[in-house]
């Protein structure tokens, strides 16, 4: 089976006419609304029950509700992740559940097990059905098998290289979603129980405390008890440990485009609404002007800058590009410095005047070097001047969390903007 | 009562011999080109004669096909499977789909266990695998006693429980130990660090030692402690579990040969006088423990815990 056709020629100029969904993460109403604000196709929430992710905060099902009334305004859907895999204590309530979020509007579940699949198709049939990355699914023919079974969409395993997804997608006709962006796990998803060996945490479950990214000392065992086991490192090397670098796939956006991949997943329901912004509104720009103008595009350099502005872990194209090495791990110090933070939320801007609203979201000062950006304007950046308080009266910084203040912004600004800070490290 | 199967992994063909004469019912063999964390490799002439020792003896073999493929590997299965039937395997065990819709296209008659080691987690999904195809569900050891009573009463596929030795708890593509040393700038030449190295990862506020590994399929870290269950056979005997394993991986062959004949009389003793059993059961623990080799405690896994999520 050949892949369908991707582009056309209009006007003498090529231009793509299967455009990717762009599918963002949120873990509540606020993310979810400038998820959709800054250009998801499609937003993906948690549930109070059966998904992973069971700290970060999830959705009740009238929020739900609010959440797909907000996204059907701007045509994006709304898809609920049921990713766990349950145990039979965990099978009570589940048909209700499934209704309930059926009845909320909701376009899909995100689903690994197949016990929530064959309920949501017996007792919620209008729900669309996507096979979780949870199942590790690396090959065609298992592709098929879901298909078979009935499924709408297969997320792919994050272990998928370019050439293995363009046979999946030349072997089967079923949609494929895949990763690129965001945080992953070092191991195939849903094959690794180290949590709940080492601290009684269930991560099939939700329950997964990272221990694979703890510091570890790599021995070899002697044979004789009365030898002490070898260290495989010297003083001077940094502890074994299995910290992969968080995904980036800027750059293989158009190759993802051009094998037809049907939607473009970004991670990270536990994350900002100022990284969910950011992320979104950078492969927005970029989905946008590869199927528009596909030959002459290229990636903007700003555009990579962009996405290092929320980057708190490095980054690499892991799977997709090869098979990652040593250098897509972190060893030793696993974070980096962020050399930006989330400072303000545009709120209200008055054309006649120039001032801004904003509500704080971090520390800032007369001075500061700020940046604004958002769906709507060309980001810029300035020197913040007086702050006045919302009675009028000047303040020497906004050092309250949500405090409402007012300053003068070089140019046009809307609301749902943000503003972020500039960094100075010593 | 019915006896369960008394199921282990040998590590080379000459074990087939030894590890029945010590009361194994059933071994479970392989190649890692298809299977996952076997105790020995057996290419398809070993598969071959092990299954012709095993069936003169009576004894059953399965083999591994639990292996994650990706699109290279899909092409190998048709081949395998048909070699598999021609030589009367008694079952082909597999975690992922493609294989069930290979068998069903090359060998149709071929007996299918389910595993997959980690997400066998409740009674309706082994039935879903067993409306599939599979006629034998292996379930994940993260689940404790109470949930695999409650799964047995419930499935209409058989049911295979571990009872002895080390379990996986974690399986990456990347080659993490080759990238450490790569990292460290040393060993620049790209091989793989098998188990006969007998590396562990040493975590120093558990004071646990993890079994590390890698082969074709990535790298493999494994329990710090090995289940052993001799001594608490009994709800698992009455419920009729169908098939209890003891894995035999990076253990020599004489302590399997001694486990495998420790938990044979514990079978055959509690099936035919429980009483007598509960009179031995502390002697046949204390006999393992005795045994136990280098850095390897014993528990009983997760059949009396509880996990949280
Ligand atoms: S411990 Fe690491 S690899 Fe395992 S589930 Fe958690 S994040 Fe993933």
């Not at chain 1, 070899?220 to 440990?241: G, H, L, R, V």
């Not at chain 2, 066998?120 to 109470?146: H, P, Q």
């Not at chain 2, 059961?281 to 005795?290: G, R, V």
Request: hydrophobic residues 35%.
């Amino acid at each position: 089976m050949a892949i369908e056709n991707i582009s056309t020629v209009k006007d003498g100029k090529r231009v793509i006419v299967k455009k990717p969904e762009l599918l963002a993460p949120a873990g509540n109403l606020e993310k979810l609304k400038i998820a959709v604000r800054y250009g998801a196709d499609a937003v993906y929430i948690g549930g109070q029950e059966f998904g992973l992710r069971s700290n970060a905060d999830n959705f009740s099902i009238e929020e739900m509700r609010e959440g797909v009334e907000f996204a059907r305004q701007y045509g994006a859907k709304i898809y609920v992740t049921t990713n766990i895999y349950a145990h039979n204590e965990n099978m009570d309530g589940l048909e209700e559940y499934l209704q309930a979020i059926e009845d909320a509007g909701v376009t899909g579940i995100i689903v690994a097990d197949p016990l929530i699949i064959e309920t949501c198709k017996r007792v919620a049939p209008r729900l669309e059905v996507h096979l979780s990355t949870q199942q590790s699914v690396t090959n065609w023919k298992a592709v098929q098998f879901w298909k078979e079974e009935g499924l709408d969409r297969v997320v792919l395993a994050r272990e998928t290289s370019h050439e293995e997804i363009k046979q999946i997608k030349e072997h089967v006709d079923v949609e494929i979603e895949s990763f690129i962006h965001g945080a992953m796990c070092i191991s195939y998803s849903g094959r690794c129980v180290l949590s709940n060996h080492m601290t009684a945490r269930d991560s099939n479950r939700g329950g997964c405390c990272q221990s694979c990214r703890w510091d570890y000392d790599l021995m070899k065992q002697t044979d004789d008890a009365n030898y002490p086991d070898i260290p495989m490192f010297s003083e001077q090397d940094a502890p074994f440990a299995m910290s992969p670098k968080d995904l980036n796939l800027i750059l293989s956006i158009p190759k993802m485009i051009d094998i037809g991949i049907d939607c473009l997943k970004i991670e990270g329901r536990m994350k900002s609404i100022h990284y969910v912004a950011t992320v979104v509104s950078v492969y927005r720009k970029v989905i946008d002007a590869y199927c528009e103008d596909p030959d002459h595009f290229e990636v903007k350099k700003e555009w990579i800058d962009e996405l290092d502005k929320c980057a708190n872990r490095d980054t690499a194209p892991a799977f997709y590009e090869g098979t990652p090495g040593y250098q897509e791990q972190m060893y030793g110090n696993h974070s980096k410095k962020t050399n930006y933070v989330f400072a303000g939320l545009v709120l209200d801007y008055d054309t006649q005047t120039g001032i801004a609203t904003i509500q704080q979201r971090n520390h800032f000062k007369p001075g500061d070097k700020i940046e604004f950006f958002g769906p709507d304007i060309q980001g810029f950046s300035q020197t913040a001047g007086t702050i006045w308080d919302d009675s009028g009266n000047e303040i020497d910084a906004a050092r309250h969390p949500l405090q409402i203040v007012k300053m003068k912004v070089d140019q046009q600004v809307f609301p749902y903007n943000m503003m972020r800070k500039e960094l100075k490290w010593q | 009562m019915k006896k369960p199967e008394l199921l282990v992994t040998p590590s080379s063909v000459d074990d087939i011999e030894r590890l029945s004469e010590a009361g194994a019912d059933a071994f479970l063999v392989g190649e890692e080109h298809f299977g996952l964390r076997l105790a020995g490799e057996f290419k398809r002439e070993d598969v071959k004669e092990s299954i012709k020792i095993a069936h003169a003896k009576n004894k059953k073999v399965y083999v591994a096909m639990n292996a994650l493929y990706h699109n290279d590997r899909v092409e190998d299965l048709a081949d395998y499977i048909a070699f598999l039937q021609l030589v009367e395997a008694d079952a082909i065990v597999f975690g992922d789909p493609a294989v069930l819709m290979t068998v069903k296209e090359v060998a149709p008659n071929m007996k299918l266990h389910w595993n997959t080691e980690t997400t066998a987690t409740n009674w309706y999904t082994c039935n879903y695998w067993g409306r599939k195809g599979a006629k034998r569900a292996v379930l994940a050891r993260e689940i404790n006693l109470d949930a695999v009573l409650e799964t047995k009463e419930h499935a209409e596929v058989e049911i295979e429980v571990q009872i002895h030795g080390m379990t996986s708890m974690f399986q990456s593509k990347r080659m993490l130990i080759g990238n450490y040393y790569r990292y460290q700038g040393k060993n620049l030449k790209i091989e793989r660090h098998g188990k006969e190295e007998a590396l562990y990862l040493y975590d120093p506020e558990r004071d646990n030692r993890y079994p590390i590994f890698e082969d074709v399929n990535g790298t493999h870290i494994m329990s710090p402690n090995d289940i052993c269950m001799i001594d608490e056979l009994d709800e698992l005997l009455d419920a009729e579990i169908d098939s209890v394993k003891i894995e035999g991986i990076l253990k020599s062959p004489d302590y399997n040969e001694k486990v495998v004949s420790l938990y044979r009389k514990a079978i055959d003793v509690y099936t035919e006088n429980p009483d007598e059993y509960f009179n031995i059961k502390d002697n046949l623990y204390a006999e393992i423990e005795a045994i136990q080799p280098k850095n390897r405690k014993l528990d009983t896994g997760f059949f009396f815990k509880e996990t949280v999520y």
